[in-house]
T-cell receptor
Framework: GAVVSQHPSWVICKSGTSVKIECRSL??????MFWYRQFPKQSLMLMAT?????????EQGVEKDKFLINHASLTLSTLTVTSAHPEDSSFYIC?????????????FGPGTRLTVL | AQSVTQPDIHITVSEGASLELRCNYS??????LFWYVQSPGQGLQLLLK??????LVQGIKGFEAEFKRSQSSFNLRKPSVHWSDAAEYFC?????????????FGTGTRLTIIP
């Protein structure tokens, strides 16, 4: 149980284009989803927290107009990297937290490797 | 604000030997504590967690961890490692006050297994 998927697993795009990454909780309802960024050989950096049906809360230093997050349902959150540039290349990981027994634990997706040319 | 320290950046262990990965946290109350494992190019898999109660917790893949309040530690152990345990290990602390459910991660410990 508590499986989280991400799509795509990797994406290559040209500079200036936008890329959408999906995060889905497959077998539970995710009241809260989190988006992280991870640079090579480094830890995870929290970008934003999203609750279903409300606006995301962004961490300090994260551009909310560049990293658009939508949490339209209890099983789906999307991260859109707008006007991507090479410095946005990174490994993006989402996590989801459900209600009741799952409320205290974040379950992570497999990650999405973004490369901007 | 909470913080996590993983003092060992890289550990090398022989297959079959015992393992202990260190984790120290800073938090004003009893925290929620987690260990996650990450294989290259993959997401994070939950190994075990501590919320309350018995301070020795058992996890998947034969791992266990012990919460020691007096030392602010939550070290991960395994009696006999397997080559498949080679990965990056992250300790994380979660706040227990409602409305602040973020996880704070340590910098990770990379585990290498030698034959």
């Amino acid at each position: 149980g508590a499986v989280v998927s991400q799509h795509p697993s990797w994406v290559i795009c040209k500079s200036g284009t936008s890329v959408k990454i999906e995060c889905r909780s497959l077998d539970f309802q995710a009241t809260t989803m989190f988006w992280y960024r991870q640079f090579p050989k480094q830890s995870l950096m929290l970008m934003a927290t999203s609750n279903e049906g409300s606006k995301a809360t962004y961490e300090q230093g994260v551009e909310k107009d560049k990293f658009l997050i939508n949490h339209a349902s209890l099983t789906l959150s999307t991260l859109t990297v707008t006007s991507a540039h090479p410095e946005d290349s990174s490994f993006y990981i989402c996590s989801a937290r459900g209600g009741l027994q799952l409320a205290k634990t974040q379950y992570f997706g497999p990650g999405t490797r973004l490369t901007v040319l | 604000a909470q913080s996590v320290t993983q003092p060992d950046i890289h550990i090398t262990v022989s297959e079959g030997a015992s393992l202990e990965l260190r984790c120290n946290y800073s938090y004003g109350a009893t925290p929620y504590l987690f260990w996650y494992v990450q294989s290259p190019g993959q997401g994070l898999q939950l190994l075990l967690k501590y919320f309350s109660g018995d301070t020795l917790v058992q996890g998947i893949k034969g791992f266990e961890a012990e919460f020691k309040r007096s030392q602010s530690s939550f070290n991960l152990r395994k009696p006999s490692v397997h080559w498949s345990d080679a990965a990056e290990y992250f300790c994380a602390v979660g706040a227990t006050n409602f409305g602040n459910e973020k996880l704070t991660f340590g910098t990770g410990t990379r585990l290498t297994i030698i034959p």
